[in-house]
């Protein structure tokens, strides 16, 4: 197979126009895991299933599998931020697990009081500028995008006060479920990656989650992939 490039989904609905397009595809299953090949097209299109193990596990397995020469980890995210809008897109030149923390000693009886709890600031894991670059410049012709951090953790933050919160202690500009394992993965192994993330759900303002703008992310991608590898000509 010729050099790969690895488009990562976690839902059904962040891959399915991705796999419309592949030729020739061979459906590979490892355990829960699935992925998509296409060889002629030079493209492995890989369902993760959601959350940070699951993230870890699914990259890890296709690197030793195809050693990519780079890992597009996309799909939806929530804001946390004010200034980032549902259906805007989002960078990440760096991602933290926001729910790595030390709470303080508490005896019993005297509660749990999470606006107390110490985030860890040093662990967060950035990726590689040029890829980031590379991916911002050429979203940012047609789509509202911006680069920054993205937010991970196997938690889904529906408390407004605690999306804030959260946003002050990591300045993240989203939360998603996969992006901090698949950066610390690529890290560790020494395989370009780049995170995209496009805003599906606003907790702040109370607009639910709209799996319509998975798709809407896969048509810009596959647009730029299409452009850079020729496909279709």
């Not at 490039?5 to 355990?31: R, T």
């Not at 662990?123 to 911002?136: D, M, N």
């Not at 933050?157 to 999306?163: C, H, L, P, Q, Y």
Request: with cysteine; net charge negative.
């Amino acid at each position: 197979m010729r050099d790969i490039i690895l488009i990562q989904g976690a839902l059904d609905s962040e891959i399915d126009y991705y796999i419309s397009k592949l030729e020739n595809v061979n459906e590979v299953k490892v355990g829960s895991l699935v992925f998509y090949e296409s060889e002629p097209m030079g493209i492995v299109v890989q369902k993760t299933n959601m959350g940070l193990v699951y993230a870890t596990l699914a990259t890890t397995l296709a690197i030793e599998k195809y050693a990519p020469r780079i890992v597009i980890n996309q799909g939806t995210a929530g804001t946390h931020s004010e200034s980032v809008k549902v259906g805007d897109i989002v960078v990440g030149e760096k991602a933290y697990n926001i729910h790595d923390m030390t709470t303080p000693n508490l005896s019993l009886g005297e509660g749990s009081h999470p606006e107390n709890w110490r985030a860890h600031m040093k662990r967060g894991v950035s990726a590689r500028p040029e890829c980031v670059c590379e991916f911002y410049e050429k979203l940012k012709k047609a789509n509202t995008v911006h680069k920054g951090i993205l937010g991970s953790g196997d938690f889904f933050t529906k408390e407004a006060d605690r999306v804030k919160w959260l946003h002050e202690q990591y300045g993240h500009l989203s939360e998603d479920m996969e992006s901090f394992a698949v950066y610390r993965t690529c890290n560790e192994l020494d395989v370009p990656a780049v995170a995209i993330r496009i805003i599906a759900n606003d907790e702040v303002k109370g607009i639910p989650y709209d799996e319509v703008y998975g798709r809407k992310l896969q048509e810009v991608i596959w647009d730029i992939i299409k452009l850079e590898e020729k496909i279709g000509e």
